[in-house]
């Protein structure tokens, strides 16, 4: 974008005076000069403020002994250049044909960038796998609980008193200890697509690169599933994003416990403003919302997340009429009710 002003470059041999000498012969409105070693690289604004004069100037001054560049002082909106080594492959933060796509296809991610990476907000993950705590590519976005960091933040001690001692950064609810870390995958790969960090030679980039990832592994009951969604509640997350689920159940809605603590976090949670709860709808081709037993996705306080493929297509995940999103990823490998998946849907 153009501006008002120029930058001048003086050759080193021209002292100040002859340097005034030529601006005032040109009419430059205002002038400052650089600082070593470039003193003689000056900023300077057209006399009436326009663009437009400033563009002349800069041709004027272009064409006078002793300047070795004039040019615009422009307005440049930065484009990021991350070294991660497999940015390039992560089609749904920017879709532009690899791997037999379709252009455009993604989540516009890259483009968001240029507003935020996610800095301040904290993201919690809950995974029946946990989440890989010192992970190469997510431990400089894990989130710490300062109520329990310090050296002795294995003490043994619930120092903050919130009822988990040394939980200084996730939980798990499945052992009943500190460390979110399993064996498995799944809570890894879902907390490195919401926050791996950017630009770290390592990986990919997670959709918010500089947010906070407060890992949470499930355990095995009802009650451990409301304690986990309470807990990053508690902790303060402003995102609590879901990749599992189970139907709700037509007997008594055994599930309860867990419905109140979902309504709790999306009302009540991030300081009164409501957390933002996000579920996966199912990997099976069913709906979501209707029936005796619908998905856990179904809740009205859940932001519903289908999946979308590289092609545009809608990837076959469940359905229904309260989806809100459809998110790209892989499209689903098959149905409940059909087998495989026809050939459109594939990407």
């Known amino acids: 974008v153009v501006t008002n002003e120029i930058i001048v470059r003086f050759s080193d041999e021209m002292c100040a005076r002859d340097i005034a000498k ?29 663009p437009r004069s400033a563009l002349r100037l800069a041709s004027q001054y272009f064409g006078q002994k002793g300047v070795m560049y004039a040019h615009p002082n422009l307005l440049v909106e930065k484009v990021s250049r991350n070294n991660d080594p497999l940015l390039g492959d992560q089609w749904h933060l920017q879709n532009t044909g690899q791997n037999s796509g379709l252009t455009g296809a993604d989540a516009h991610v890259v483009e968001a960038w240029q507003t935020t990476k996610g800095n301040g907000i904290t ?35 619930d120092d903050d008193g919130n009822g988990f001692r040394d939980d200084w950064s996730g939980w798990n609810f499945d052992q009943n200890t500190n460390n979110p870390t399993t064996s498995q995958p799944h809570g890894t790969a879902a907390a490195g697509v919401a926050a791996a960090a950017c630009d770290n030679s390592l990986g990919g980039c997670g959709a918010a690169p500089e947010a906070r990832i407060l890992g949470i592994a499930q355990g095995r009951s009802v009650e451990d599933d409301a304690d986990a969604i309470m807990y990053a ?28 603590a979902i309504a709790f976090a999306a009302t009540s ?37 289908g999946r979308s493929t590289n092609l545009d297509k809608w990837g076959k995940s469940g359905f229904g009429n309260g989806m809100e999103l459809l998110a790209p990823t892989q499209a689903a490998i098959g149905d409940a009710n059909f087998g495989c998946l026809t050939d459109e849907l594939v990407g």
Do not use: C
């Open 269 to 305: 949670g991030r300081g009164g403003k409501g957390a933002v709860v996000v579920f996966a709808m199912t990997n099976e081709n069913i709906d979501n919302f209707e029936g005796d037993t619908p998905d856990i996705s179904s809740l009205e306080s859940v932001i519903a997340v």
């Open 22 to 50: 030529v601006n005032e012969e040109l009419g430059a409105g205002g002038a400052r000069a650089g600082k070593a070693p470039f003193q003689n690289r000056y900023v300077i604004t057209s006399e009436d403020g326009s």
């Open 123 to 157: 993201i919690a993950v809950i995974d029946p796998d946990g989440v890989e705590r010192n992970h190469e590519d997510l431990v400089a976005n894990r989130f710490v609980n300062a109520g329990e960091d310090g050296p002795l933040r294995d003490n043994g001690q």
């Open 233 to 260: 509640t508690r902790m303060g997350a402003d995102v609590i994003s879901n990749s599992w689920g189970y139907p709700l159940g037509s007997l008594q809605r055994p599930t309860e416990a867990v419905e109140e």
